[in-house]
């Protein structure tokens, strides 16, 4: 089934903490699986991407853990800042097929000071 | 630059009218895409375009129609507006169909009264 299940709906960390978001999936053709975020009132922004080739992708902040067995994939915000309060979007999409991306409900992150 | 263009920004429909949403990409991408957002789905995806052929449509009503007239030109008619077709409308482009990234672009808020 083509449905990516993101959690949690919202989540509130301090300041320095790691926030954790994640994701499930169930349609074994996807092999790439990005992550999105929005602030409020703009539009959505790729921020982070993973192939199942790995089973983690660093940028920074923000690494995504991936266990395909399992077809679960997590994003990581280490040292949460004030200014990364926003909506995450995960997605996930096969290069075959001409599919569309499909995308998680989003979870809604505040990082309190 | 805006690499996407939409247009309008914002509008205000009357149930039973009819509107035409503009989006022109700018990237060189070959696929074009177009999704809504609400609050009771977030990133609904309504159709994806490659090469000016419609690849995919989940958008249950014949209502909305996209219409490519160009390679980097993706519009969206709707007719006979309904209150819940009350959105932000977001166009995005991604290089090829799959395990591409999208680029979004700044939507059109669509209320309608």
């Known amino acids: 089934q083509q449905q990516v299940r993101q959690s949690p709906q919202s989540l509130t960390v301090w300041e320095g903490e790691t926030a954790i978001l994640n994701c499930s999936y169930e349609?074994?053709?996807?092999?790439?699986f990005p992550w999105y975020h929005q602030f409020p009132g703009e539009s959505p922004a790729l921020l982070i991407a993973?192939?199942?080739?790995?089973n983690k992708k660093e940028d920074g902040r923000f690494t995504i853990f991936f266990n395909k067995r399992e077809k679960k994939f997590s994003l990581h915000i280490a040292d949460s800042q004030p200014g990364d309060s926003a909506t995450y979007f995960c997605?996930?999409?096969?290069?075959?097929?001409?599919?569309?991306?499909?995308f998680g409900s989003g979870t809604r992150l505040l990082v309190s000071p | 630059d805006p690499k996407i263009i939409q247009k309008p920004k914002y509008l205000v429909a009357v149930t039973g009218s009819e509107k035409i949403l503009i989006c022109e990409q700018y990237?060189?991408?070959?696929?074009m895409y177009w999704y809504r957002q609400s609050a009771k789905k977030p990133l609904e995806f309504m159709f994806s375009?490659?090469?000016?052929?419609?690849?995919d449509n989940q958008t249950a009503s014949s209502r909305f129609q996209p219409q490519s007239s160009k390679k980097n030109h993706l519009d969206l008619q709707i007719t006979a507006l309904k209150p819940d077709d009350s959105a932000t409308y977001f166009c995005?482009?991604?290089?090829?169909?799959?395990?591409?990234?999208?680029?979004f672009g700044s939507g059109t808020r669509l209320l309608v009264i």
């Open positions: 995005a482009s991604s290089q090829d169909q799959g395990g591409s990234d999208y680029t």
């Open positions: 349609d074994s053709t996807f092999d790439y």
């Open positions: 993973i192939r199942p080739v790995s």
């Open positions: 997605a996930a999409s096969a290069q075959t097929g001409g599919y569309k991306v499909v």
């Open positions: 990237l060189g991408h070959n696929a």
């Open positions: 375009y490659s090469y000016q052929k419609l690849m």
